[in-house]
């Protein structure tokens, strides 16, 4: 079977289930990533909610944590640092969320060099990913 001619196949992340639906059924974030610390979507959710509430540079914390875990499972399930990382695959949202909350953060406690480096990898991921995140 000839393999993807145009660059490397779609990295999908596996499903994590249990965290997945802890926080869909509205537990704490904070209780979810002491329980899954390396669930990116838990550091995803806190550090929006750090956005939301005015604080950037916990929410920097936040999502540098969760970008850094979901490069870890990035590279678990096969990816070699570039290539699409899809949006509409659920388990990837987290590190695309993550990812667009630390060009957020960066954006907002003035690290311009750090929101452009973010931004850019958000859309080389998922062109669709910006859009969806509120990052255009």
């Given at each position: 079977?000839?393999g993807n001619l145009l660059g490397p196949e779609p990295?999908?992340?596996?499903?994590?289930?249990?965290?997945?639906?802890?926080?869909?059924?509205?537990?704490?974030?904070?209780?979810?990533?002491?329980?899954?610390?390396?669930?990116?979507?838990?550091?995803?959710?806190?550090?929006?909610?750090?956005?939301?509430?005015?604080?950037?540079?916990?929410?920097?914390?936040?999502?540098?944590?969760?970008?850094?875990?979901?490069?870890?499972?990035?590279?678990?399930?096969?990816?070699?640092?570039?290539?699409?990382?899809?949006?509409?695959?659920?388990?990837?949202?987290?590190?695309?969320?993550?990812?667009?909350?630390?060009?957020?953060?960066?954006?907002?406690?003035?690290?311009?060099?750090?929101?452009?480096?973010?931004?850019?990898?958000?859309?080389?991921?998922?062109?669709?990913?910006?859009?969806?995140?509120?990052?255009?």
């Amino acid at each position: 079977m000839q393999g993807n001619l145009l660059g490397p196949e779609p990295t999908l992340l596996p499903d994590r289930a249990e965290p997945q639906a802890a926080l869909e059924r509205g537990d704490d974030p904070v209780a979810v990533a002491k329980a899954w610390p390396d669930f990116s979507e838990a550091w995803a959710a806190l550090a929006e909610g750090a956005l939301a509430g005015g604080e950037p540079v916990a929410a920097y914390a936040y999502a540098r944590t969760g970008y850094h875990r979901g490069l870890d499972q990035l590279r678990r399930s096969g990816w070699k640092g570039f290539g699409p990382v899809p949006w509409s695959h659920r388990p990837n949202q987290g590190f695309l969320r993550a990812l667009a909350a630390l060009a957020k953060a960066a954006k907002e406690i003035g690290d311009t060099e750090e929101y452009e480096r973010c931004s850019s990898f958000l859309a080389e991921s998922d062109p669709s990913a910006p859009g969806e995140l509120g990052l255009v």
